[in-house]
């Protein structure tokens, strides 16, 4: 059984098999999640996404789909880079399906690489402008349904949260939907 962790910290520094990046559509870095990636992984990353841009995603990666590179020198073997929708009120629900296919494209990919662990960011709830609360209920309830699926070996899935705010709020959100005691 796959463990579900929550962790307050930098997702630039986590030894897993595969960091997710909250990235934009072009795949070329920005900021918040993706400017720091792309930073602390160096060029490599950025030369992957270039040739994923030169080839089949050469409009960019679409909202909710997800797709693999190098980690380059971050302590992670790939990234798997997803890009979240921005919230919209006027939109939510095919807005909110986006967001949990962000994360359930990410764990399909991460198992197709075979990997064992990996950590997620808080997708969207940055710049994108999602409320935390529902994009931690949603982000949950997606990996949690995603797992239940999946086949492969993958052990811990982890969700590596910028703040204290947004920490305690994921942790009380997992509690609420009964997967934390």
Sequence with gaps: MTQITLVEGDITQQEVD??????????????????AIHRKGGPEILADCRALRAGHYGKGLPTGR??????GRLPARWVVHTVGPVYRAEEYEERAGLLASCYRESLRV??????????????????????????????LTAV?????????????????????????????VERELGQRS
Aim: no cysteine; glycine share 12%; proline share 2%.
């Design 110 to 139: 991460s198992v197709e690489l075979g990997a064992r662990s990996m950590a997620f960011p808080a997708i969207s709830a940055g710049i994108y402008g999602w409320p935390v609360e529902d994009a931690a209920r949603i982000a």
């Design 66 to 71: 997800a797709v693999a590179t190098t980690a």
């Design 144 to 172: 949690a349904e995603a797992l239940a699926d999946a086949r492969g070996e993958l052990e811990e899935v982890r969700f590596v949260l910028f703040g204290e705010a947004t920490y305690e709020t994921f942790e009380q």
């Design 18 to 35: 595969v960091v997710v990046n909250a990235a934009n559509s072009s795949l070329l870095g920005g900021g918040g999640v993706d400017g």
